[in-house]
């Protein structure tokens, strides 16, 4: 008898395809559960002061209002 022939195709792949599915889903909840910086975008854990200065960088502020913002928010 071959070993494709007995019966591993049918349990066999089954139980691994079973695991598999069970991994993925423990993968998902965590990620639900545990969000990451990635998760959201990276936004939750940056300082006002962080995010003043990235768009500066990005160009979306002018030197003016970059130092009034910044002055504003070191006062606080």
Do not use: C, N
């Not at 007995?6 to 991994?23: D, H, R, T, V, Y």
């Not at 990451?36 to 990235?54: K, V």
């Amino acid at each position: 008898m071959h070993w494709w022939s007995s019966g591993f195709w049918q349990g066999g792949s089954s139980m691994i395809f079973g695991w598999i599915a069970l991994l993925i889903a423990i993968v998902f909840l965590v990620r639900l559960l545990w969000p990451t910086g990635a998760a959201t975008g990276g936004q939750g854990s940056e300082r006002p002061l962080d995010i003043l200065q990235r768009r500066y960088a990005q160009g979306e502020l002018g030197r003016e209002e970059y130092l009034r913002m910044r002055e504003d928010l070191m006062k606080h």
